[in-house]
């Protein structure tokens, strides 16, 4: 545990292959009780995305060099999608409200990520308007306590 980290929390460090986007995910759940999520949009099936949130839980985010990332929206536009542009790895949604916002972390890109066949729950948001999105988006997704750049 490190400082500054409630005993009833789980923390998940990770981030891009190369190590310009690092994340450390904090959770008060265990990830077999948060569960991983397969959305099925054309983005996140081309990166193999298993995602995860708890918005009960905290992130940190902190980019190396800031030159190094990708920030793609696409469809409706209401979140970054993150990936390193040295490393080509996507590390998560961040859906921002000021400096800081909301995330689903990609589980893949844990330090230690969950083996492959570990359950996924696939997710259809094909119906979702704008605003019905922004507001899932902040119920299920974690809060973000810090992006350094």
């Known amino acids: 545990m490190t400082t500054g980290q409630r005993a009833d929390m789980t923390r998940f460090e990770g981030g891009c292959h190369c190590g310009n986007l690092w994340y450390a995910f904090e959770t008060i759940s265990p990830l077999e009780e948060l569960g991983l999520r397969a959305c099925m949009c054309s983005f996140c099936r081309a990166h193999g995305a298993r995602n995860a949130s708890d918005p009960r839980g905290t992130m940190q985010i902190h980019i190396r060099s800031p030159d190094r990332l990708v ?36 589980a893949n890109t844990f330090r230690e990520p969950p083996p492959l066949d570990f359950a996924l729950q696939p997710m259809v948001f094909d119906g979702e308007d704008t605003a019905a999105r922004v507001d899932r988006r902040k119920l299920k997704w974690t809060p973000v306590t810090s992006f350094r750049i």
């Open 71 to 106: 920030r793609y929206r696409f469809g409706l536009r209401t979140a970054d999608f993150l990936l390193c542009s040295h490393c080509g790895a996507y590390i998560g949604a961040l859906l921002p409200e000021g400096e800081l916002g909301w995330f689903t972390v990609n």
